[in-house]
């Protein structure tokens, strides 16, 4: 027996690899047997978004980087400005097709390895005892044992490549608190880069490694500050970068990916609607992982943060299990500002639970030692976490989760639990019944999420590529697709994702699709008849009137049978028709000479005419209404919606100063109301509005004193009581 112990420990660094191997290889090899099994044979992925990534890969392996599809132009509509170029190595190697999923898959596999090899260090170096090399083993299973997180560690996503990014930034901090040197200091600030330009919510996680490097022993002041610079400026100047070049070439400094999926870019919402929807985002981030990823019996969903806390609870594992802790609050805290972490099967929380799984690992080694003597405040603290975990369980159905147990009755259970932890003989079998329970409650999850997996890979073939290669069949110029991924992937044809991920030049898709499908129409307007879609692929209850409105026929249905990830049973390809477009632009009552108009609705007309309205107002609609001119014809137009009281602003330029002039406008009144409009702060009157079914233009004379400059600014209140909308604003003269 004991030259088996000094065999193992002779050999144990190559036996933690062989086990960290042999436990990746094993979740991979069930997940992606299950894919296969339901895809017949055929490489997929359990997202769309996947495919996204892809069509960044391609792009760039094709010498067109930052580009979701060769000739669109640069796109921020990729988050993950590092992993498109890490599969476009795979798509240079000859991973081509489906076949980078496999090279994914690959990159997936070696980058968790990564992690699980470096995440030991926690242990290893906190622990001095012979006994943590054999506790360490812990990790991997503990790691890999929660179904969702192996779900998208194996989905194609940037996931496992953020967490092998950060193994290299752990490894480099622990190269620092060997040598404290500022090279070791730059060097863990390279990994700091590498991880924002994976994922920029990472800017929290490189920074628990900044303020941990610089409150490390013997340093002076000054060279606690220039540590924390080296580590945090790479990572700064990433972002700060991105952030100019998305200004440059797209006109917004934010990535479409925040445009479009964070509340705090939404126009419509107050203050108050915002802090609400990012509290619910937080609060089911964490309770759907709680309550329903890591146990089927939510009496037992407090064994994996209890561990993690109790890491903290121990002095040897208190500073690396700190950071943790920080690392995945901040990363929760940031995520939650994600609409999107509500979906997905939570992915964008991954990380975090990747980590709190590290955690409760490293709680668990440390608590198997018998000089451990967990702290009665920390412990105490970390087990009341627990039981107001298991109080809220008892919750009345369908209401909000909260913390129901009374404090002290939380903290009595605690110290009770602790006094028992700092006795030896009852830590090591309580420990090993967590860890053996917390497993048995994993057990249906996982299976459940290996047939999830599997029936997702099978839904994005059957729907999205199968849709993708019809389309490579009709050979469309460009087509219209509400999922950036697949569809563009396998047709290899040019895309507009309507959106706004993929991007388009430099109009700004993103935004437009936050305001309303009327302001993506008024883009889509401005794109020259060439480049116009002529094929839609789309989900048609996505999108209202678009069907309807700009298609001529439906070339074919393609549908999920058995859906359990795509947005809609049937995906329907149309054949589109815009002929309706620019027939809006042209005022139909006379205006004298046009100087300037606004098209309300488009984003770019309203930019450049420094256009703002009330909040809570501006809400976006279209109309397509017989012409005033030729009622066989038909005009379409979008415009914004003045709430009753609500006034609006802008700018019109290229004016004759002290020459009369004519106010025109467009609007479409579905019910009553009054509108006053006023220039230069002259007050040119009101008009009454009467419900009309049809296109109804005024026109307004404008004194030759309201024209005092060659620019404007015009002011439109509605005296109410019903809304106003308005198309179209024109001034002549």
């Known amino acids: ?191 700091g880069f590498l991880l924002v330009v994976t994922r920029p919510e990472a800017a929290t996680t490189i920074a628990g490694f900044g303020a941990l490097a610089a409150i490390a022993p013997r340093l002076r002041m000054r060279e606690r500050i220039f540590t924390l610079l080296r580590v945090g400026s790479p990572a700064a100047i990433a972002l700060i970068a991105q952030s100019l070049a998305n200004r440059a070439l797209t006109g917004e400094a934010s990535a479409a990916g925040a445009i479009v999926k964070l509340a705090i870019n939404n126009p419509f919402l107050s203050s108050e609607e915002k802090l609400a929807d990012y509290t619910q985002n937080l609060r089911y981030a964490i309770f759907r992982n709680l309550e329903y990823h890591f146990t089927d019996w939510a009496f037992v969903d407090c064994i994996v943060p209890v561990l993690a806390l109790l890491a903290i609870a121990v002095k040897e594992t208190r500073k690396y299990a700190l950071l943790l802790v920080w690392q995945i609050c901040s990363w929760m805290a940031v995520v939650a500002l994600n609409g999107q972490v509500r979906w997905q099967n939570e992915r964008y ?27 009665f405040v920390v412990g105490a603290f970390a087990v009341a976490i627990g039981a107001q975990l298991v109080a809220v369980v008892f919750r009345a159905p369908y209401t909000i989760p909260t913390f129901r147990l009374a404090w002290t009755y939380a903290l009595g259970v ?43 890979c099978r839904n994005i073939r059957d729907q999205h590529i199968r849709a993708g290669n019809v389309l490579a069949e009709l050979r469309p110029r460009r087509v219209l697709v509400g999922d950036a991924g697949a569809l563009v992937y396998a047709s290899n044809r040019p895309g507009l994702d309507i959106i706004g991920l993929g991007g388009y030049h430099d109009l700004p898709f993103a935004r437009a699709g936050v305001n309303g499908l009327a302001a993506s129409i008024e883009l889509i307007e401005r794109m020259p008849d060439k480049d116009r879609p002529d094929l839609f692929a789309i989900y048609p209850s996505w999108w209202g009137t678009l069907p309807t409105w700009f298609a001529s026929d439906v070339v074919m249905r393609v549908p999920a049978p058995g859906n359990v990830i795509c947005g809609g049973y049937e995906d329907v390809i149309y054949r589109a028709d815009w002929h309706v477009l620019g027939t809006g632009d042209r005022a139909r009552v006379p205006i004298g000479r046009e100087r300037d108009a606004i098209d309300f609705a488009d984003l770019v007309s309203e930019r450049e005419h420094a256009y703002t309205y009330s909040r809570g107002s501006g809400w ?43 106010f025109a406008f467009r609007t479409a009144p579905a019910g009553g109301t009054t509108m006053r409009v006023r220039i230069q702060g002259h007050d040119l009157g009101s008009i009454t509005l009467a419900p009309k079914d049809g296109w109804d233009e005024r026109t307004m004379h404008v004194t030759p004193d309201a024209i005092d400059a060659p620019e404007v600014t015009v002011e439109i209140d509605n005296d109410g009581p019903g809304e106003l909308p308005l198309f179209h604003a024109w001034l002549g003269q």
């Not at 932890?421 to 329970?437: F, G, K, S």
């Open 1 to 191: 027996m004991a030259a088996l112990r000094q065999l193992f420990f002779r050999h144990e660094r190559a036996l933690y690899l062989i086990w960290a191997a042999f436990c990746t290889l094993a979740s991979a090899r069930q997940f992606y047997g299950y894919m296969m099994m339901q895809t017949g044979g055929e490489w997929s992925a359990p997202l769309d978004d996947v495919f996204i990534h892809f069509d960044y890969a391609r792009a760039a392996a094709e010498g067109h980087p930052f580009e979701w599809f060769s000739g669109n132009g640069y796109s921020s509509g990729n988050t993950s400005l590092l992993y498109p170029f890490v599969l476009a190595l795979g798509w240079l190697l000859g991973f081509r097709d489906a076949f980078l999923m496999k090279w994914a898959a690959i990159v997936a596999m070696t980058c968790t390895f990564g992690a699980l090899w470096v995440a030991r260090g926690f242990v290893i170096r906190a622990l001095p005892e012979r006994s943590a090399r054999v506790t360490s083993f812990l990790i991997p299973p503990m790691f890999l044992a929660l179904g969702a997180l192996d779900w998208s560690l194996w989905s194609g996503m940037e996931v496992a490549f953020l967490l092998g990014i950060w193994a290299l930034a752990l490894a480099a901090y622990f190269h620092f608190e060997n040598t404290r040197t500022p090279g070791a200091a730059w060097w863990l600030g390279v990994t």
């Open 414 to 456: 605690g110290l009770a639990v602790t006094l028992m932890l700092r006795a030896w003989p009852l830590r090591a079998p309580m420990v090993a019944a967590a860890l053996l329970v917390a497993n048995d409650h994993q057990i249906a999850k996982l299976r459940d999420q290996k047939w999830f997996f599997g029936r997702a």
């Open 620 to 662: 976006t609609d279209m109309k397509i209404l017989p012409d005033l001119e030729d009622v066989r014809q038909d005009v379409f137009d979008g415009g914004r919606i003045l709430y009753a009281h609500a006034t609006e602003r802008f700018v019109l330029k290229n004016l004759e100063p002290h020459r009369p002039a004519t």
């Open 349 to 375: 929380t991954m990380p975090a639970v990747a980590w709190l799984l590290v955690c409760a690992a490293l709680g668990a080694c440390a608590l198997f030692r018998k000089k451990a003597r967990p702290s």
